[in-house]
T-cell receptor, first 113, second 117 residues
């Protein structure tokens, strides 16, 4: 039973346009959400996060939106750049000191020049 | 500064053998995690250390898997009697538990790709 789901395995967008990556979760105990970016042969790199007490967090070209009632979050990248091409993972953690992450299966983003 | 490092980067072994995977976390990070990533999937949590002790090992798939962190820094993931299904990328991450900013951010190493023939 996947607690964090990314239903789109891949997404292609044109350079300069907006990329929207989606993520759904089922566990109500999750209170912190993160997006990681992964290049081949490298570990995941933290991108942006959001606490459940917020509905939006912005960092430069990256914005994460959280809809708690729908248990849905999305990552917006605008404008998209070819260097953004990577696998993006959504992750969630419950409250408590451990903060272990539950990941989605990832979305391969390809930004076309 | 140095990030999380993992050795070896690749490990090929035969079914039934014993393997050890090493993780060097970021200096000063008290929290350390092991994850396993199978092809086409996201990383799956295995075990979490707070200092020297395994605070949560609920993700270890069975008793063939064991991990230690004797001095609260370097950690070793040990797999006994390896099976073909153990083939995956094993990722280590560490996290600082001081300071308010990004206190949930885990920093990942590049992983060890384990192949069991």
């Amino acid at each position: 039973d996947q607690q964090v789901k990314q239903n789109s395995p891949s997404l292609s967008v044109q350079e300069g346009r907006i990329s929207i990556l989606n993520c759904d979760y089922t566990n109500s105990m999750f209170d912190y959400f993160l997006w990681y970016k992964k290049y081949p042969a490298e570990g995941p790199t933290f991108l942006i996060s959001i606490s459940s007490i917020k509905d939006k967090n912005e960092d430069g070209r990256f914005t994460v939106f959280l809809n708690k009632s729908a248990k849905h979050l999305s990552l917006h990248i605008v404008p998209s750049q070819p260097g953004d091409s990577a696998v993006y993972f959504c992750a969630a953690s419950p409250s408590g000191s451990a903060r272990q992450l539950t990941f989605g299966s990832g979305t391969q983003l390809t930004v076309l020049p | 500064g140095a990030g999380v490092s993992q050795t070896p980067s690749n490990k090929v072994t035969e079914k039934g053998k014993y393997v050890e995977l090493r993780c060097d976390p970021i200096s000063g990070h008290t929290a350390l995690y092991w994850y396993r990533q199978s092809l086409g999937q996201g990383p799956e949590f295995l075990i979490y250390f707070q200092g020297t002790g395994a605070a949560d090992d609920s993700g270890l798939p069975n008793d063939r898997f064991f991990a230690v962190r004797p001095e609260g820094s370097v950690s070793t993931l040990k797999i006994q009697r390896t099976e073909r299904g153990d083939s995956a990328v094993y990722l280590c991450a560490s996290r600082s538990q001081s300071g308010a900013r990004r206190f949930n951010e885990q920093f990942f190493g590049p992983g060890t790709r384990l192949t069991v023939l």
